[in-house]
């Protein structure tokens, strides 16, 4: 098994992807950020706070992807996911997480520009425009 968490409007065919919103709100995202709507059957998909208990048993998952979604937890629920992560992980499993870029951000807030978080952010932030 391979799991998408926090996966947005970003949906991958041979992975369980996972978000605690549900579809109408990711289509919601998708349109304000320009993007194709998932597309219910294409990809398996599950509504779920990961911040919660995990649904799956220990030693189940073979890759754990995490794309811009890991800056949006607190500490205590970040080290739960974590925790979370290593117990379903199979032995040799892999976890890839990607995060904005904290210098671009500082940059924005000191330039004093308006930016906000679009929630597929592949290369967020964005500044804001008129």
Same mark, same amino acid.
């Given at each position: 098994?391979?799991?998408?968490?926090?996966?947005?409007?970003?949906?991958?065919?041979?992975? #369980?992807?996972?978000? &605690? %919103?549900?579809?109408?709100?990711?289509?919601?995202? $998708?349109?304000?950020? =320009?993007?194709?709507?998932?597309?219910?059957?294409?990809?398996?998909?599950?509504?779920?706070?990961?911040?919660?208990?995990?649904?799956?048993?220990?030693?189940?998952?073979?890759?754990?992807?995490?794309?811009?979604?890991?800056?949006?937890?607190?500490?205590?629920?970040? #080290?739960?996911?974590? &925790? %979370?992560?290593?117990?379903?992980?199979?032995?040799? $499993?892999?976890?890839? =997480?990607?995060?904005?870029?904290?210098?671009?951000?500082?940059?924005?807030?000191?330039?004093?520009?308006?930016?906000?978080?679009?929630?597929?952010?592949?290369?967020?932030?964005?500044?804001?425009?008129?």
């Amino acid at each position: 098994m391979k799991l998408n968490i926090g996966c947005g409007c970003v949906w991958l065919s041979d992975y #369980t992807n996972v978000d &605690r %919103e549900g579809y109408a709100k990711i289509c919601q995202w $998708a349109t304000m950020a =320009g993007k194709p709507l998932p597309v219910v059957g294409s990809a398996e998909f599950l509504q779920y706070d990961l911040t919660l208990n995990w649904p799956w048993q220990s030693d189940t998952v073979e890759e754990i992807l995490a794309d811009n979604s890991l800056e949006h937890l607190e500490n205590l629920e970040l #080290t739960h996911l974590l &925790r %979370e992560a290593r117990r379903v992980m199979k032995v040799g $499993a892999s976890i890839t =997480g990607r995060v904005p870029d904290f210098e671009r951000v500082w940059q924005y807030y000191q330039d004093g520009s308006q930016w906000e978080w679009f929630p597929e952010a592949t290369y967020g932030p964005y500044r804001n425009l008129p």
